[in-house]
T-cell receptor, first 118, second 115 residues
């Protein structure tokens, strides 16, 4: 069974500072994908960044980067130069193989509520 | 707007009533997913379609739940004889197969409250 663990229910960061949100995962499948999503109070899930299990380099997307440590099974999200608009819930997710063999549904962690302070 | 849309955004119903939600995916996306999210938790997978075929159902999807995607475009999720435990946000997502990353794009969700 696949599992995602996010151990930080809440995090605070000062505006313009960097912050790291932790994510560890568990799977026996050698091929998997890891995702981070942002969920503002409006409720919509916004895709941020993706890391494949065979990718040699850490993924980056603008101010977002993923610190992928395969041996430790961790995929932490780093947000640089935090902005007030970054305040939201952040979810780490893993793509799993469903029983149909092609489902690709996501398994999510419980999330981290990030608050950016002015 | 070319993103995923869901209707209605909010639904309040009495226990025992039936409700139906609609999801319109991004037009070229052939994969469609339904998730359920309760307060303070991450979304949990319910079911998945590739085109019109329902290929995967979670054990969370009891017999009171049914989903369809009749023409491979929009999808509906029906809950019969609603219970208070069904109160949650129901999220729809879509993706395009063969693009490698398989990132899913989510709609705004339908918030269901069962009284």
């Amino acid at each position: 069974a696949q599992k995602i663990t996010q151990t930080q229910p809440g995090m605070f960061v000062q505006e313009k500072e960097a912050v790291t949100l932790d994510c560890t995962y568990d799977t026996s499948d050698p091929s998997y994908g890891l995702f981070w999503y942002k969920q503002p109070s409006s409720g919509e899930m916004i895709f941020l960044i993706y890391q494949g299990s065979y990718d040699q380099q850490n993924a980056t997307e603008g101010r977002y980067s993923l610190n992928f440590q395969k041996a430790r099974k961790s995929a932490n999200l780093v947000i640089s130069a935090s902005q007030l608009g970054d305040s939201a819930m952040y979810f780490c997710a893993m793509r799993v193989q469903g029983s149909s063999g092609s489902a690709r549904q996501l398994t999510f962690g419980s999330g981290t509520q990030l608050t950016v302070l002015p | 707007d070319t993103g995923v849309s869901q209707d209605p955004r909010h639904k309040i119903t009495k226990r025992g009533q039936n409700v139906t939600f609609r999801c319109d995916p991004i037009s070229e996306h052939n994969r469609l997913y339904w998730y359920r999210q309760t307060l303070g938790q991450g979304p949990e997978f319910l079911t998945y379609f590739q085109n019109e075929a329902q290929l995967e159902k979670s054990r969370l999807l009891s017999d009171r739940f049914s989903a369809e995607r009749p023409k491979g475009s929009f999808s509906t999720l029906e809950i019969q004889r609603t219970e208070q435990g069904d109160s949650a946000m129901y999220l729809c997502a879509s993706s395009l197969s063969g693009t490698g990353h398989y990132e899913q794009y989510f709609g705004p969700g339908t918030r269901l409250t069962v009284t």
